[in-house]
């Protein structure tokens, strides 16, 4: 685990885990994936009362943190997200978070959504991925019309994660040459929702369409010329709860992979007396150790509102999405035979690195962003 630096903070750390190792372990992972559930409301709800939604809301909306402020409070949800990347846990912890990061940029009138998001009682995801394109949050695949009553919204989105969960979507649309957003509820006249399958066991997500649906002109979210800035913070925070997971994911992996080397035995010699394997374990945990570094890097630049977040962030989202699934492949391989079957636990794991690394950027793209931000500061 990440080290902490306060008493309370290793509090909050140790009650998660207590709680995710008791309602949320593998083995309940996989009672969700054979019911075809994604999630239970009550457990979220639970989650919630432990405030884990409220982590990015100043203290002046209902919010706040054990470490302190929004930039403390970023810290402490990465920490939550690498504490579910252990057991790969279920959960709309990543869409209910990136959705609350944009309405405590901009609150306006949506304070009560606000407190019930943070205490678990709705469920809203952020509606940014046109069908067929990449992460693009100021191309969306959705159009908004002003009319006399408000707007009125026409396209489609996909890539939902939760979208067949949630009460509410918050919605990146074109509107007068702009991009803004908009809260759209799932039951309203026009919305189709249709899930979608994923890699991994729990992780479910929706292809929405938007056919005439009419808002009033309370459901945007801030206006025009915040808009884009408020779409970074939402972005670093989604690939920054990626990144953190799967320090959580690979610091879990690598774990039990060393304790079967010393558990199995070879021509009378655990695994781990082996010179050849000791390199590759070694291997293993530098290259851990650098996502855990760069991710460290990443969650300071996003809390502190650094200039070099975007950076940072694409640095680390870049450097695990390359590095993450090969190793936990070679963890696959470390175990033999025993590795590639589905009775044990790896492949959930494997699962969730490769959804993760596909999802808001992927390595190649961010490499090429760290490329252009690189030449801007030259």
């Known amino acids: 685990m990440t080290d902490v630096a306060s008493p309370e903070r290793l509090l909050f750390a140790s009650t998660a885990q207590a709680f995710l190792e008791k309602e949320a ?63 790969v846990a279920p959960g709309p912890l990543h869409p209910v978070s990136t959705v609350l990061a944009g309405l405590a940029e901009a609150p306006g009138a949506h304070t009560d959504l606000i407190e019930a998001l943070m205490a678990g009682e709705t469920v809203a995801s952020w509606a940014v991925y046109a069908p067929g394109r990449g ?62 399958q994923s890699i991994d066991l729990v992780k479910r997500y929706a292809a929405v369409t938007f056919d005439g649906v009419q808002l009033d002109a309370g459901a945007v979210v801030g206006d025009a010329e915040q808009t884009p800035a408020v779409l970074a913070r939402q972005s670093q ?52 150790e650098a996502c855990r570094a760069t991710t460290s890097a990443a969650v300071k630049a996003v809390g502190n509102r650094s200039e070099e977040a975007d950076f940072a962030v694409s640095v680390a989202k870049s450097y695990i999405g390359e590095n993450a699934s090969a190793m936990i492949q070679d963890c696959i391989q470390l175990h033999g035979g025993i590795g590639v079957t589905w009775e044990h636990d790896l492949h959930l794991f494997l699962r969730r690195a490769m959804l993760n690394r596909s999802l808001y950027g992927t390595p190649d793209e961010h490499n090429v962003r760290v490329y252009a931000l690189s030449k801007e500061a030259s």
């Open 25 to 87: 372990s593998l083995t309940r992972v996989r009672e969700l994936h054979d019911k075809g559930v994604a999630f239970d409301d009550d457990w979220w709800r639970r989650a919630a009362e432990l405030g884990w939604a409220s982590l990015l809301v100043p203290e002046d909306l209902g919010g706040g943190s054990v470490s302190g402020g929004v930039s403390g409070g970023v810290a402490d949800l990465a920490l939550i997200a690498e504490q579910a990347g252990r057991s």
């Open 237 to 288: 925070i989604a690939q920054l709860l990626q990144c953190a997971e799967i320090v959580g994911v690979l610091d879990a992996v690598i774990g039990f992979t060393v304790q079967w080397a010393f558990d199995r035995h070879s021509f009378g010699r655990p695994l781990a007396s082996y010179q050849a394997l000791k390199h590759r374990y070694a291997d293993l945990k530098i290259k851990l």
């Open 135 to 196: 992460f693009a949050p100021l191309d969306p695949g959705v159009t908004a019309t002003v009319t006399d009553a408000g707007y009125r919204l026409d396209g489609a989105a996909d890539r939902i994660e939760a979208g067949d969960r949630s009460d509410l979507l918050l919605v990146v649309a074109h509107c007068d040459g702009a991009v803004r957003q908009f809260l759209v509820p799932t039951d309203a006249p026009g919305v189709t929702v249709t899930p979608q």
